[in-house]
């Protein structure tokens, strides 16, 4: 082998480092950039809103547009109903998708294959095609503009029931097998021995429920009339006027308001979600 040869593959052995980190520092530029861009807007005041070129870093940073939002908006009442929607779909979808996720796993019973099929085929199914027949059946049981018709019917999850499932087939059947000759049953097997080793997995499921949900705008817009009920994307809509004024800063003051929660919420959950699919790898 050639001295040239040699000399060539060090060098583009020592410059593949610098071409990863390039690609992904400008990866997370596009990514980052709209979020630095709002924040940046909801610093200024609205006159400075469609500065060209615009400032990064506002030069006299005022909380102007926060306070407009607080003042056109119950900002307090919408984060509490997002709060408590987001919070009860997101511990509704880890219990239906543990239960479901393990009797497709561990269980035996007729029709196993095609329940499963049928569940998964619901995940190709726009939401906008199935919200005029639940639209319906919530207007009969009277939980149309209540925050119980946003939380019920997003208890069931054909993605989380798919990722439990996965979950649990990779966990060692010893487990179960054991504990059921020291005379436990199926659901004393469950909580006891398998929910415990899935909770990584579960928490999984909360975490990404909790932040789809959050921002979640089309059922709230179909189900909710009254003021009251509205979730926080939904109240937003409401400062959709300032945008014909110039005052986007007050928009997008809102927009910043509402991804707080949403970060916060994956920044905790970051190592249990990281946790639960490096310990999916690790058994399947």
Same mark, same amino acid.
């Given at each position: 082998?050639?001295?040239?040869?040699?000399?060539?593959g060090?060098?583009?052995h020592?410059l593949?480092p610098?071409?990863?980190?390039?690609?992904?520092a400008?990866? &997370?530029?596009?990514?980052?950039?709209p979020?630095?861009?709002?924040?940046?807007?909801?610093?200024?005041?609205? &006159?400075?809103?469609? !500065?060209?070129?615009?400032?990064? *870093?506002?030069?006299? @940073?005022?909380?102007?547009?926060?306070?407009?939002?607080f003042?056109?908006? !119950? +900002?307090?009442?919408?984060?509490? =109903?997002?709060? /408590?929607?987001?919070?009860?779909?997101?511990?509704?979808?880890? *219990?239906?998708? $543990?239960?479901?996720?393990?009797?497709?796993?561990?269980?035996?019973?007729?029709?196993?294959?095609?329940?499963?099929?049928?569940?998964?085929a619901?995940?190709m +199914? @726009?939401?906008?095609?199935t *919200?005029v027949?639940?639209?319906?059946?919530?207007?009969?049981?009277?939980?149309? !503009?209540?925050?119980?018709?946003?939380?019920?019917?997003?208890? @069931?999850?054909?993605?989380?029931t798919?990722l439990?499932?996965?979950?649990? #087939? $990779?966990?060692?059947? !010893?487990?179960?097998?054991?504990?059921?000759?020291d005379?436990? $049953?199926?659901?004393?097997?469950?909580?006891?021995v398998y929910?415990?080793?899935?909770?990584?997995?579960?928490?999984?499921?909360?975490?990404?429920?909790?932040?789809?949900?959050?921002?979640?705008?089309?059922?709230?817009?179909?189900?909710?009339?009254?003021a009251? =009920?509205?979730?926080?994307?939904?109240?937003l809509?409401?400062l959709?006027g300032? #945008?014909g004024t110039?005052?986007?800063? +007050?928009v997008?003051?809102?927009?910043? /308001?509402?991804?707080?929660p949403?970060? &916060?919420?994956f920044?905790?959950?970051q190592?249990?979600l990281?946790?639960?699919?490096?310990?999916?790898?690790? =058994?399947?």
């Amino acid at each position: 082998m050639s001295h040239t040869t040699l000399t060539t593959g060090r060098v583009r052995h020592s410059l593949a480092p610098w071409a990863w980190i390039t690609g992904l520092a400008v990866c &997370a530029l596009l990514t980052l950039g709209p979020v630095i861009w709002t924040v940046s807007t909801s610093l200024r005041t609205p &006159a400075r809103s469609f !500065d060209l070129p615009p400032e990064i *870093i506002p030069s006299a @940073p005022t909380a102007e547009a926060y306070r407009g939002v607080f003042e056109q908006i !119950d +900002v307090w009442l919408l984060a509490l =109903n997002s709060t /408590l929607v987001t919070a009860l779909i997101a511990v509704g979808q880890m *219990i239906t998708a $543990g239960l479901a996720g393990y009797a497709f796993a561990r269980l035996e019973f007729r029709f196993k294959k095609p329940l499963f099929a049928l569940v998964l085929a619901t995940m190709m +199914v @726009p939401l906008q095609v199935t *919200i005029v027949p639940v639209f319906l059946v919530l207007k009969s049981m009277g939980l149309t !503009d209540t925050l119980l018709g946003l939380i019920v019917p997003a208890f @069931p999850t054909a993605f989380g029931t798919f990722l439990m499932r996965q979950y649990f #087939l $990779g966990m060692p059947k !010893d487990l179960g097998e054991a504990a059921m000759l020291d005379g436990a $049953g199926p659901w004393r097997v469950f909580r006891s021995v398998y929910a415990p080793l899935a909770a990584p997995g579960l928490a999984i499921v909360g975490v990404l429920a909790f932040n789809y949900h959050w921002n979640e705008f089309f059922r709230p817009l179909i189900l909710e009339t009254s003021a009251q =009920n509205y979730t926080l994307p939904l109240g937003l809509v409401s400062l959709q006027g300032n #945008l014909g004024t110039g005052s986007v800063s +007050v928009v997008l003051a809102g927009v910043v /308001l509402s991804m707080i929660p949403a970060v &916060a919420v994956f920044v905790v959950g970051q190592r249990p979600l990281r946790e639960g699919i490096t310990s999916a790898g690790v =058994n399947r």
